[in-house]
């Protein structure tokens, strides 16, 4: 358990990333797939109802034994809460209402936030932007781990621990990459979440806040759904630097792990990303795939090629310019 790591540098390449030139080509041969960007009608009703179960279980928790509490909190609320956390990835990509009505996606997404129990929904917004347009940006895309992550989370032991605190990692990573100003969504989205989480307070007791907390820290923690978060990107084979995963977890998770299908056209809801690979399968089934999340973070964890570093990372011109 104290061997390093074998990577000790990001993989950096001099090309764009793949899905810009893959989107142009399946556009030009399938127009048809631009019928698939359109609103998910089901979303906010999906996330009505994962709000509501996690209230229904804020109720039910009051009056457990801690064991019992966080025992429920892993196994339950940890599932609903991580699903909640990809309902506002689709949101913030304008899924629920389209892009005529962003504010109502921005507020959806801060109705989803609630049982998060930290204010996240407006902050992930502004950053996933970059995500995408900037895929392993230096500088610009906060999904890629720091320097300091790379050389320090390197052996087993410490990248367990590195999977078990990714929830500190992904809300304090960009204020160290790529610190942005405070925008008014974010102070509102804030003082929303202080007020249901006073709310919740003051009708239940300290174990529902408890409840919801240790659900997000769980849940988006070690936890086989969060196996998600290094199936994305990291680098399981040279040259590939965005993988799919088609298993049942897709269920729970609005189709986050069609990821490769997600970056070539992030305007198609999850609800439709399964009908891209049958439109264009040409263009995804020779491409490598994840077939177990848990699989995944066993490989990352054991395996000395894998680790922080491995991640793909490109210069842009725009951080040359500071922007």
Partial sequence: MGNSAGRSDFEW????????????EILAK??????????????KWT????????????????????????????TLGGCVNHSLTLAIHD????????????????????????????????????YHVDHHRYLGGDGLDVDVPTRLEGWFFCTPARKLLWLVLQPFFYSLRPLCVHPRAVTRMEVLNALVQLAADVAIFALWGLKPVVYLL???????????ISGHFVAEHYM???GHETYSYYGPLNWITFNVGYHVEHHDFPSIPGCNLPLVRKIAPEYYDHLPQHYSWVRVLWDFVFQDSLGPYAR????????????
């Fill in 13 to 24: 390449v001099y090309t764009d990333q793949p899905h810009t030139q893959r989107r142009k």
């Fill in 30 to 43: 399938y127009p048809a797939i631009k019928a698939l960007m359109r609103p998910d009608p089901s979303l």
């Fill in 47 to 74: 996330v009505l109802a994962l709000v509501l179960a996690q209230l229904l279980a804020c109720w039910l928790v009051r009056g457990l034994a801690w064991r019992w509490l966080l025992f429920w909190a892993y």
């Fill in 91 to 126: 949101i913030s990509h304008n899924a629920a209402f389209g892009t005529a009505c962003a504010a109502r996606n921005r507020w959806l997404a801060v109705f989803a936030n609630l049982p998060v129990g930290v204010p996240y929904a407006a902050s992930f917004k502004k």
């Fill in 214 to 224: 240790a659900s997000s820290f769980l849940g988006l923690g070690l936890h086989p």
């Fill in 236 to 238: 399981f084979l040279k």
């Fill in 312 to 323: 793909v990372k490109r210069v842009y011109r725009l951080a040359k310019d500071g922007l």
